[in-house]
């Protein structure tokens, strides 16, 4: 019996050396969570040990698998890397390997298996992977922002394909699947349905994404606002190049939303042939368009410009001022980055270049603002400038002018103290009570025009009142 114990201990000893010397390889461990992979980047690791008769084989290859998307090697693993013979020959090891374009799911595991002497690990930890093949916004709706349909009805959305200019859809990949999604807020949405369209039958905001699971993404959609219509309500214009849009780019796209007939109307009045669900145009304007959805009708209008910025100036088309003075001009604007020109009598003044300038030179001035940042789109200002003798200083109103063209006394000349800058009103008015002449800012300039009589000398009425209110009358003979 002593015999049989010993004999049993024996046989179990060399079967637990021999197990302890059998080939194995341990559960390969990852060097990432989950595996987000692109056409710009495809590597990831993994680390695993290995029993010495596997370190002794100068022959041996590892091969790195993949499961399915559920884990399972069962249904045929994928092979993704094969080791040179005898490339890792000491425990443990590291290895590369990339994903196929077509993985996309959350359970993925792989194994390691070695080829002289042939063993096999145990699957991974699971984790999602995935194959960004498409990774760039694309467009639904033909970039069309709104939509309507008829109570009762519903409105199809589609992923686009090619789409707009420069747009990469994700159906050019059969392997991609996609979700659609609702927004609740303006930061948060519901998922809805799965599939390349989605058939809305509730109003809201809509879009899209790639089917990347717990992968960041940016295959994504544009928002389309989807509402319910009944006759005499009305929907929106969307403008390819925006609005304003800039006019150097071009013609932009007016679109209207799905209908099934159109006419379009411009600052009122129908636009001959414009009966396609868009209108091209290069002009501003006011836009209307009214829209047959079969089962009600809608309108939408779009008051387009094409500037892309704003600019204002601070002086007036004509302008006058004394010799000695000068009228500082300024523009104002919304422009990016802007670049000013400015001209006198058509002749670029070099040394102008800011958005203020100092005239002080009877003629012609123009400045012409450009932004130089986005849109290249220019705008245009031109105003005059008279330069007068300054005021002579009189001591008394006087009561004769002789405006006969001989340079004395042609016209009415009154104290600085009433004249151009001094906020001091001045009429004057005819024997019957007509007010021939009437400002705030007067410039002894009375008469502007001849006054014709034969032998009566025609006499004038005027009141001068000043900004306190003192108030001066008194007649003013015209002689020859």
Avoid at 17 to 42: E, K, M, W, Y
Avoid at 397 to 407: A, E, R, T, V
């Amino acid at each position: 019996m002593r015999n049989f114990t010993f004999l049993g201990f024996m046989f179990f000893l060399v079967n637990v050396v021999n197990f302890l010397n059998a080939q194995t390889i341990s559960t390969p461990s990852l060097g990432f969570t989950q595996a987000c992979a692109s056409p710009s980047f495809n590597i990831y690791y993994t680390t695993f040990s290995f029993s010495t008769d596997i370190e002794a084989s100068a022959s041996n290859q590892f091969i790195i698998e993949l499961s399915n998307a559920s884990g399972s090697f069962a249904s045929g693993a994928t092979v993704l890397h094969t080791t040179a013979p005898g490339e890792f020959s000491t425990s443990p090891a590291t290895v590369g390997f990339s994903l196929p374009t077509n993985t996309a799911g959350e359970l993925y595991k792989i194994r390691v298996k070695s080829t002289s002497p042939a063993a096999t690990s145990t699957g991974s930890v699971s984790f999602p992977a995935y194959y960004k093949l498409q990774d760039s916004p694309f467009t639904i709706n033909n970039l069309i922002g709104t939509a309507t349909f008829c109570s009762g009805g519903s409105y199809l959305l589609t992923i686009d394909n090619p789409g707009a200019d420069d747009n990469d859809s994700p159906l050019q990949y059969p392997s991609l699947t996609f979700n659609w999604y609702k927004e609740t807020s303006e930061t948060t949405s519901v998922f809805v349905a799965s599939g390349k369209t989605l058939n809305v039958t509730e109003a809201g905001t809509y879009f899209v994404e790639t089917n990347y699971g717990s992968c960041t993404s940016d295959s994504y959609s544009n928002r389309v606002t989807v509402t319910q219509a009944s006759s005499g309500t009305s929907s929106t214009i969307s403008s390819s190049l925006g609005n304003p849009y800039c006019s150097a780019e071009g013609a932009t796209t007016l679109s209207a939303i799905n209908g099934e007939s159109y006419q379009w109307y411009k600052d009122g009045k129908v636009i001959d042939g414009a009966t396609g669900q868009t209108y091209i145009t290069d002009e501003s304007g006011t836009y209307f368009v009214s829209i047959d959805l079969g089962e009600c009708s809608t309108s939408a209008t779009i008051a387009l410009e094409t500037s892309g910025f704003t600019s204002s100036i601070n002086v007036d088309e004509n302008n006058s001022i004394q010799d000695g003075e000068s009228l500082n001009v300024i523009v104002t604007t919304t422009a990016n980055t802007p670049e000013f020109k400015w001209y006198y009598n058509e002749t670029l003044i070099t040394e102008a270049t800011g958005s203020t300038y100092n005239a002080n030179q009877t003629g012609d001035y123009k400045v012409v603002v450009t932004q130089t940042n986005g849109c290249m789109a220019s705008e245009e200002f031109t105003f005059s400038l008279v330069v007068t003798e300054p005021f002579p200083d009189v001591s008394n109103i006087p009561n004769i002018i002789s405006p006969n063209g001989d340079g004395i006394n042609d016209t009415w000349v009154i104290p600085q103290e009433y004249v151009n800058g001094t906020n001091t009103k001045v009429i004057i008015m005819s024997s019957l009570g007509k007010v021939v002449h009437e400002t705030d800012n007067y410039l002894n300039n009375w008469p502007e025009s001849a006054i014709e009589f034969d032998e009566v000398n025609p006499v004038y009425y005027y009141i001068i009142t000043t900004s306190g209110n003192t108030v001066k009358k008194g007649s003013i003979t015209v002689i020859k």
